[in-house]
């Protein structure tokens, strides 16, 4: 075999793997969605007052912020499981869910009596909140390591904390149809905590599962 025949064959191995990648990382996705849906309606459900809740902005926020950063963290995540990409706007773009839960919480407090913002920041399932979002969240960054796996990232460890944080925000998203505790007050604490619970797990997952 001649040396440009032999160069031409290695380029062609080394471009497969990372041209399938984002049909990997599609497919993934799905089954992430469709397992932590699963998981959902099989374990917990939604509220059964949901139809009077939705009535309340609040309810509203509680779920938007949450989705918004699943997408943009779904956006991200492909980018960092293929060498030579940067965020780029997406990066930034993660921003956008919690900085319209800092203005929420900023006008809910607003709106309301200072002797009112212990009971909203406690709420009533805080555990259940730091139990159920995980909970939710391993199926689905099981299916993301196995895309990233596919993939070639340089750097493992943010490469796993965006897996975690795009599982933890579609498992907070689907909580949030579940959980009474409706003040953003409460979801800027406790779910935030869940979700960086699971993307220390993700990080610290990273090096050791997505080596080349």
């Given at each position: 075999?001649?040396?440009?025949?032999?160069?031409?064959?290695?380029?062609a191995d080394n471009a497969t793997?990372?041209?399938?990648?984002?049909?990997?990382?599609?497919?993934?996705?799905?089954?992430?969605?469709?397992?932590?849906?699963?998981?959902?309606?099989a374990s917990i459900g939604v509220?059964?007052?949901?139809?009077?809740?939705?009535?309340?902005?609040?309810?509203?926020?509680?779920?938007?912020?949450?989705?918004?950063?699943?997408?943009?963290?779904?956006?991200?995540?492909?980018?960092?499981?293929?060498?030579?990409?940067?965020?780029?706007?997406?990066?930034?773009?993660?921003?956008?869910?919690?900085?319209?839960?800092?203005?929420?919480?900023?006008?809910?407090?607003?709106?309301?009596?200072?002797?009112?913002?212990?009971?909203?920041?406690?709420?009533?399932?805080?555990?259940?909140?730091?139990?159920?979002?995980?909970?939710?969240?391993?199926?689905?960054?099981?299916?993301?390591?196995?895309?990233?796996?596919?993939?070639?990232?340089?750097?493992?460890?943010?490469?796993?904390?965006?897996?975690?944080?795009?599982?933890?925000?579609?498992?907070?998203?689907?909580?949030?149809?579940?959980?009474t505790d409706d003040s953003l007050?409460?979801?800027?604490?406790?779910?935030?905590?869940?979700?960086?619970?699971?993307?220390?797990?993700?990080?610290?997952?990273?090096?050791?599962?997505?080596?080349?």
């Amino acid at each position: 075999m001649k040396t440009e025949q032999l160069i031409d064959v290695l380029v062609a191995d080394n471009a497969t793997p990372q041209a399938r990648f984002p049909l990997i990382y599609a497919a993934s996705l799905i089954v992430a969605i469709g397992v932590a849906a699963l998981i959902f309606f099989a374990s917990i459900g939604v509220r059964p007052d949901l139809a009077a809740a939705a009535t309340s902005p609040w309810v509203w926020l509680k779920i938007g912020v949450n989705l918004a950063l699943a997408a943009t963290s779904a956006k991200l995540l492909p980018r960092l499981g293929e060498p030579g990409q940067s965020m780029g706007v997406w990066g930034l773009a993660l921003l956008i869910g919690p900085v319209v839960l800092a203005a929420g919480v900023g006008a809910e407090l607003a709106m309301s009596p200072a002797s009112s913002w212990w009971p909203k920041l406690v709420g009533t399932h805080a555990k259940y909140c730091l139990m159920l979002i995980p909970m939710l969240s391993a199926g689905p960054l099981a299916c993301l390591f196995f895309a990233l796996r596919e993939g070639a990232p340089t750097n493992a460890g943010a490469a796993g904390a965006a897996a975690g944080l795009l599982a933890s925000s579609m498992g907070a998203t689907l909580y949030a149809f579940h959980c009474t505790d409706d003040s953003l007050l409460f979801v800027a604490v406790w779910y935030s905590i869940a979700i960086a619970l699971i993307v220390a797990a993700g990080y610290a997952l990273g090096p050791r599962l997505l080596r080349w």
